[in-house]
């Protein structure tokens, strides 16, 4: 059999190739406040669509279906499975650095190695994580995107949850390695859902905060659910799913770029996750990297 990518299927380079989204998964809102849009924290899940409005996101038709069975509409769980088998898939999670302007992210590492956006062109770069990093100046953040599957009428199809909190993704990626192992490498099969957990802190000053955990599904005990996952993965590979290749196929498209977000995503992650930031918390260097991707941009709009 031919490979899956060869030289008559080739990929756009350097565009990354994310799954499929379907809509969005949040637990805050927007809210306006004095004249500006602001993010409010939560205590419940919101399903949207990818569509906003005046009043923000639209709600997904999920939101609803799923509102109406929780108890006083409090939207607290959401059943759902994961597509890929290899955990670091479904959740891509890296230390980031935004443009705090735009919403651009300029840099992205793991601790070991960044790449980085710098006036020169990318740039692979070590990376001493954001508490010793120069570049950050203290703005470089924990940024997480988990990828799920709420409604089996598109098997392709995914909710994207994003998270720039310490606590949701070092939640999700301990649940997500230990369920793999646990299931003896079954993650893609199991019944799962997204929970709403609280807790409080010193420095939260003792007011709830909220984070996403990933659990086997209410009433159902972790035995059932591998047997459960066992029998559908046979029904899958006698069917002739793939579950290796398709792996395979979301890591090599994941590869083919710098940064997941397109363009057109900048200005609502900046409003979702930057609204507090002043106008001037950056030094003059990236306003000169911001000013030389705008003449690049313009450049690439001239010429067609």
């Not at 302007?101 to 990376?127: D, F, K, V, W, Y």
């Not at 999700?172 to 993650?187: D, E, N």
């Amino acid at each position: 059999m031919p490979s899956l990518y060869t030289l008559e299927n080739p990929m756009i380079k350097g565009l990354c190739i994310t799954p499929p989204i379907l809509g969005r998964i949040s637990i805050g809102k927007m809210v306006e406040k004095n004249g500006r849009r602001l993010p409010e924290k939560d205590d419940q899940f919101t399903i949207t669509s990818q569509v906003q409005t005046q009043e923000g996101w639209a709600p997904h038709p999920l939101d609803a279906i799923y509102r109406k069975a929780s108890p006083a509409e409090k939207l607290r769980t959401i059943p759902v499975t994961v597509m890929f088998s290899e955990p670091a898939l479904n959740l891509r999670a890296s230390y980031c650095f935004f443009d705090r302007h735009a919403g651009r992210p300029l840099c992205s590492g793991n601790g070991m190695h960044c790449r980085r956006l710098t006036q020169e062109g990318i740039a692979s770069l070590p990376c001493p994580g954001p508490d010793s990093c120069e570049f950050g100046q203290g703005q470089c953040k924990p940024y997480g995107r988990l990828n799920v599957q709420i409604d089996a009428a598109d098997e392709l199809g995914t909710f994207i949850f994003r998270t720039t909190g310490y606590n949701s993704i070092r939640t999700l990626t301990a649940r997500l390695q230990y369920y793999q192992a646990a299931s003896g490498g079954l993650l893609a099969s199991l019944p799962l859902e997204l929970r709403l957990r609280g807790k409080s802190t010193v420095q939260s000053h003792r007011t709830p905060i909220y984070y996403v955990d990933l659990t086997i599904r209410e009433g159902i005990t972790l035995e059932g659910a591998i047997q459960q996952a066992q029998e559908l993965h046979q029904r899958r590979a006698n069917a002739g799913f793939d579950q290796l290749a398709l792996d395979v196929a979301a890591k090599v498209g994941l590869a083919n770029g710098l940064f997941e977000e397109a363009e057109e995503e900048f200005a609502s992650l900046r409003e979702e996750f930057f609204s507090h930031s002043a106008a001037g918390d950056q030094p003059q260097w990236q306003d000169n990297i911001r000013s030389k991707i705008k003449g690049k941009t313009r450049g690439i709009a001239a010429h067609g």
